[in-house]
């Protein structure tokens, strides 16, 4: 059972066990008929919950690092941290650090000796025990061990940031050291209680659009193959016609075809494996048009540099009347950073994309809104949420599976 190591009754302490002794699956399988339970399981929420507080912490560690005390004066413009070496190039990551931080409980309103207080949007950090990041990493260990790999990430992404921030350091090398691949794999793994449940939404809306089809399946982004994996199963009944899992990593796609070989050969027929790099020119990637009946993605098309013609191009690949189901992290609201993008905006690939002032105004991971625009601009039709939490206000929604029709 996981405790806060902060003491009881300390500001911001997060009582998880409170927090979801009035959760109830019944809303949800009024609002979701159509939904299998087994996705939205405490387990899931409890992991958001806590990974999120874990990175508020490492966010707390990295600006600690860069040599801000506690009580020392902070806010979102990132300019307060250029005295402490930010190169100008990072001011991007450094707000995304201070927006973090300032929505976070390790945070208080600095101290002001005037009877009018501090200025309006100033913070400053708490002040935390030494062992504070042990047991706290205890406690969650202690609560679902599957969650290892998620931590293991963070903390290297945590050392890797003042030198990144000072432009010391690309952010790759920080994250995709050889040493760092097995932490991917874990990371990406059906274990983790933390990603798996998109690739289950993403395979359960896929099935719902194969209609009982054998489709013929283009996967983009397949990674390690855990999503492969998972949406093979889901159509083990009628198996796909054809099915070519792509990704733009050599490394990525043999921990994919290893996975998949595991599978009975019933399950496993008619897959086949490419290289495929969305951001370079659609001729590259050797399909034809109308090739498709689902194009199928998890977490793979928010680092589409240009998201709008990457989208253009897909549906080119998918016959009329086919699919295109993407599982995805959500912004619950446009300007609220999300935890994920504590790790992956060290990458320039996902931070270098092109926005869109109504449907993407920077970078990172999309909110509802956003990829219901980007989908119909793109040209397809009939863009849906599943499930759709948010009109049915569950307004913190982190993962859907978005569905479009061609």
């Known amino acids: 059972m996981f405790r806060d190591p ?38 899931f929420f409890r992991a958001n919950e806590i ?22 004066p902070l806010s979102t413009d990132p300019g307060c941290l ?128 194969a209609a009982g089809g054998a489709p013929a399946v283009l996967e983009v982004g397949a990674g390690c193959g855990s999503g492969t994996v998972t949406l093979l199963e889901e159509l083990a009944g009628t198996p796909p016609a054809r099915y070519v899992a792509t990704d733009i990593s050599a490394s990525f796609l043999r921990k994919a075809r290893a996975r998949v070989e595991e599978m009975s050969a019933r399950e496993r027929a008619g897959v086949e494996f490419r290289l495929l790099d ?47 189901v993407l599982g995805e992290c959500l912004r619950p609201e446009r300007d609220r950073p999300v935890h994920p993008e504590f790790i992956f905006q060290l990458l320039d690939e996902f931070r270098d994309v092109v926005v869109h002032p109504a449907h993407r105004p920077r970078w990172g991971f999309l909110d509802a809104a956003g990829w219901l625009g980007v989908l119909s601009e793109a040209g397809f039709s009939e863009p849906t949420l599943c499930p759709d939490a948010v009109s049915a206000g569950y307004r913190e929604q982190s993962i859907a599976a978005i569905v479009a029709r061609t």
Request: aromatic share 10%; glycine share 8%; proline share 9%.
């Open 278 to 324: 969305l951001n370079s020119p659609r001729p590259s990637w050797r399909l034809t048009d109308g090739e498709f009946d689902l194009v199928f993605a998890v977490n793979a098309l928010h680092c589409a540099r240009d998201l709008v013609a990457t989208l253009r191009d897909l549906r080119l690949l998918v016959r009329p009347g086919g699919h295109l």
């Open 51 to 72: 990974l999120n507080l874990y990175t508020d912490f490492r966010v707390w560690t990295v600006l600690s690092r860069l040599g801000l005390e506690p009580g020392e």
């Open 82 to 209: 250029v005295r402490l070496g930010m190169a100008p190039a990072r001011r991007d990551s450094a707000a995304w650090l201070l927006a973090k931080a300032s929505r976070s409980s390790f945070v208080r309103a600095p101290e002001s000796p005037g009877e009018a207080g501090p200025p309006v949007g100033e913070f400053c950090l708490t002040g935390l025990r030494p062992d504070y990041g042990t047991r706290l990493t205890e406690e969650i260990l202690g609560d679902n061990p599957a969650l290892a790999p998620c931590l293991k990430l963070a903390d290297l992404a945590s050392a890797g940031y003042p030198a990144f921030l000072r432009g010391e350091i690309e952010g790759r090398a920080i994250l995709f050291s050889p040493e760092v691949h097995d932490v991917w794999e874990s990371y990406f793994d059906r274990k983790n209680p933390f990603y798996q449940p998109v690739n289950y939404l993403a395979a359960h809306a896929s099935r719902l659009a």
């Open 6 to 43: 902060r003491g009881e009754g300390e500001p911001g302490r997060l009582d998880l066990e409170a927090m979801f002794t009035s959760v109830s699956k019944l809303p949800l399988r009024e609002v979701f008929p159509e939904l299998p339970l087994d996705i939205w399981t405490e387990e």
